[in-house]
Protein backbone atom coordinates (compact mmCIF):
# COMPACT_ATOMS: atom_id res chain seq x y z
CA UNK A 1 0.00 0.00 0.00
CA UNK A 2 1.03 3.47 -1.34
CA UNK A 3 1.64 6.03 2.13
CA UNK A 4 -0.33 9.46 1.54
CA UNK A 5 1.50 12.21 2.60
CA UNK A 6 -0.22 15.35 3.82
CA UNK A 7 1.60 19.01 2.93
CA UNK A 8 4.07 20.54 5.06
CA UNK A 9 3.18 24.35 5.26
CA UNK A 10 6.15 26.72 6.79
CA UNK A 11 3.97 30.24 7.15
CA UNK A 12 7.52 32.23 7.04
CA UNK A 13 8.05 36.34 7.02
CA UNK A 14 9.91 38.51 9.38
CA UNK A 15 9.48 39.15 12.48
CA UNK A 16 5.60 40.40 13.47
CA UNK A 17 4.66 39.09 10.02
CA UNK A 18 1.72 37.40 11.69
CA UNK A 19 3.01 33.97 11.35
CA UNK A 20 1.86 32.76 14.60
CA UNK A 21 -1.83 33.92 14.18
CA UNK A 22 -1.83 32.68 10.65
CA UNK A 23 -0.08 29.48 11.52
CA UNK A 24 -2.58 28.56 13.88
CA UNK A 25 -5.60 29.65 11.90
CA UNK A 26 -4.56 27.62 9.11
CA UNK A 27 -3.33 24.60 10.73
CA UNK A 28 -7.00 24.55 12.48
CA UNK A 29 -8.83 24.77 9.39
CA UNK A 30 -6.77 22.07 7.61
CA UNK A 31 -6.77 19.91 11.26
CA UNK A 32 -3.00 19.92 10.74
CA UNK A 33 -0.50 20.37 14.23
CA UNK A 34 0.64 23.99 14.24
CA UNK A 35 4.47 24.23 15.81
CA UNK A 36 6.02 27.59 16.51
CA UNK A 37 9.38 27.91 15.32
CA UNK A 38 10.36 30.05 18.17
CA UNK A 39 9.86 27.60 20.12
CA UNK A 40 12.34 25.59 19.07
CA UNK A 41 15.29 28.54 19.12
CA UNK A 42 17.91 27.17 21.33
CA UNK A 43 18.10 29.61 24.59
CA UNK A 44 21.61 30.72 23.17
CA UNK A 45 19.64 31.79 20.15
CA UNK A 46 17.09 33.58 22.06
CA UNK A 47 19.42 35.46 24.75
CA UNK A 48 21.36 36.78 21.53
CA UNK A 49 18.79 38.44 19.64
CA UNK A 50 16.80 39.59 23.35
CA UNK A 51 20.35 41.34 23.67
CA UNK A 52 19.46 42.79 20.21
CA UNK A 53 22.07 41.00 18.09
CA UNK A 54 20.89 39.35 14.73
CA UNK A 55 21.55 36.19 14.65
CA UNK A 56 23.73 34.77 11.66
CA UNK A 57 24.05 31.77 9.40
CA UNK A 58 25.97 29.75 11.88
CA UNK A 59 23.14 30.62 14.32
CA UNK A 60 20.20 29.54 12.65
CA UNK A 61 21.73 26.20 11.42
CA UNK A 62 21.05 24.09 14.32
CA UNK A 63 17.29 25.38 14.83
CA UNK A 64 16.75 24.96 10.80
CA UNK A 65 17.97 20.81 10.69
CA UNK A 66 15.68 20.68 14.11
CA UNK A 67 12.51 21.72 12.24
CA UNK A 68 13.63 20.07 9.20
CA UNK A 69 12.94 16.84 11.50
CA UNK A 70 10.28 18.43 12.72
CA UNK A 71 8.62 18.41 9.23
CA UNK A 72 9.86 14.57 7.98
CA UNK A 73 8.21 13.59 11.42
CA UNK A 74 5.10 14.85 10.36
CA UNK A 75 4.75 14.19 6.73
CA UNK A 76 1.97 12.08 7.35
CA UNK A 77 -0.10 14.24 9.45
CA UNK A 78 0.50 17.03 7.68
CA UNK A 79 1.53 20.53 9.99
CA UNK A 80 1.70 23.89 9.62
CA UNK A 81 5.29 24.88 10.92
CA UNK A 82 6.13 29.40 11.71
CA UNK A 83 9.38 29.68 10.81
CA UNK A 84 10.74 33.33 9.19
CA UNK A 85 12.64 31.06 6.50
CA UNK A 86 14.37 34.62 5.29
CA UNK A 87 17.19 32.87 3.02
CA UNK A 88 16.51 30.60 0.24
CA UNK A 89 19.53 28.34 1.87
CA UNK A 90 17.23 28.21 5.20
CA UNK A 91 14.53 27.68 2.91
CA UNK A 92 16.92 24.36 1.69
CA UNK A 93 17.85 23.09 4.88
CA UNK A 94 13.43 23.32 5.73
CA UNK A 95 12.83 20.99 3.09
CA UNK A 96 16.21 18.85 2.63
CA UNK A 97 14.96 15.34 2.38
CA UNK A 98 11.63 15.92 1.85
CA UNK A 99 10.17 15.33 -2.19
CA UNK A 100 6.93 16.58 -2.30
CA UNK A 101 4.26 18.48 -0.60
CA UNK A 102 5.69 21.46 0.95
CA UNK A 103 4.38 24.74 0.96
CA UNK A 104 5.71 28.11 1.80
CA UNK A 105 3.37 30.83 2.60
CA UNK A 106 4.90 34.38 2.81
CA UNK A 107 3.46 36.92 5.05
CA UNK A 108 4.51 39.89 3.38
CA UNK A 109 4.30 43.50 4.43
CA UNK A 110 6.42 46.74 4.43
CA UNK A 111 8.75 47.74 7.23
CA UNK A 112 6.19 50.21 8.76
CA UNK A 113 3.76 48.19 8.59
CA UNK A 114 5.56 45.23 10.41
CA UNK A 115 7.23 47.66 12.85
CA UNK A 116 3.47 49.13 13.77
CA UNK A 117 2.71 45.25 14.72
CA UNK A 118 5.62 44.91 16.31
CA UNK A 119 5.26 48.26 18.28
CA UNK A 120 1.74 46.28 19.81
CA UNK A 121 3.42 43.10 20.48
CA UNK A 122 4.08 42.72 24.40
CA UNK A 123 6.37 39.67 25.95
CA UNK A 124 7.98 38.42 22.72
CA UNK A 125 12.31 38.23 23.00
CA UNK A 126 12.77 39.99 19.57
CA UNK A 127 13.36 43.64 19.70
CA UNK A 128 12.63 46.41 17.23
CA UNK A 129 15.59 47.15 16.54
CA UNK A 130 16.36 43.96 14.74
CA UNK A 131 13.56 44.22 12.05
CA UNK A 132 15.57 46.11 10.08
CA UNK A 133 17.94 43.15 9.98
CA UNK A 134 15.58 40.59 8.98
CA UNK A 135 14.58 42.83 6.09
CA UNK A 136 18.13 43.23 4.95
CA UNK A 137 18.52 39.25 4.77
CA UNK A 138 15.11 38.68 3.46
CA UNK A 139 14.93 37.48 -0.05
CA UNK A 140 11.50 36.62 -0.80
CA UNK A 141 10.97 32.92 -2.17
CA UNK A 142 10.27 32.23 -5.64
CA UNK A 143 8.11 29.33 -5.40
CA UNK A 144 5.31 30.10 -2.58
CA UNK A 145 1.68 31.46 -2.20
CA UNK A 146 2.32 35.38 -1.19
CA UNK A 147 -0.51 36.76 1.50
CA UNK A 148 -0.01 40.69 2.38
CA UNK A 149 0.02 40.98 5.77
CA UNK A 150 -3.06 44.15 5.28
CA UNK A 151 -5.54 41.82 5.68
CA UNK A 152 -7.82 40.57 8.33
CA UNK A 153 -6.49 37.36 9.35
CA UNK A 154 -9.32 34.86 8.46
CA UNK A 155 -9.29 36.41 4.47
CA UNK A 156 -5.23 35.69 4.41
CA UNK A 157 -6.57 31.99 5.33
CA UNK A 158 -9.26 31.88 2.97
CA UNK A 159 -6.58 32.93 0.52
CA UNK A 160 -4.25 30.54 1.16
CA UNK A 161 -6.46 27.28 1.65
CA UNK A 162 -7.76 28.89 -2.57
CA UNK A 163 -4.16 29.02 -3.58
CA UNK A 164 -4.04 24.95 -1.72
CA UNK A 165 -6.44 23.95 -3.56
CA UNK A 166 -5.49 25.26 -7.00
Given at each position: ?5 N ?20 A ?15 D?N ?121
Amino acid sequence: MTQVYNHILFVMGVSGSGKSTIGKLLAEALDYPFFDGDDFHPDVNIEKMSAGKPLNDEDRYDWLVALNILAKNNLVKGAVIACSALKESYRDLLQAGISKGVYYIYLKGSFQEVLERLQQRKGHYMPLELLQSQFDVLSPPKNAIVVKINQQPEKMVHTILTALDT
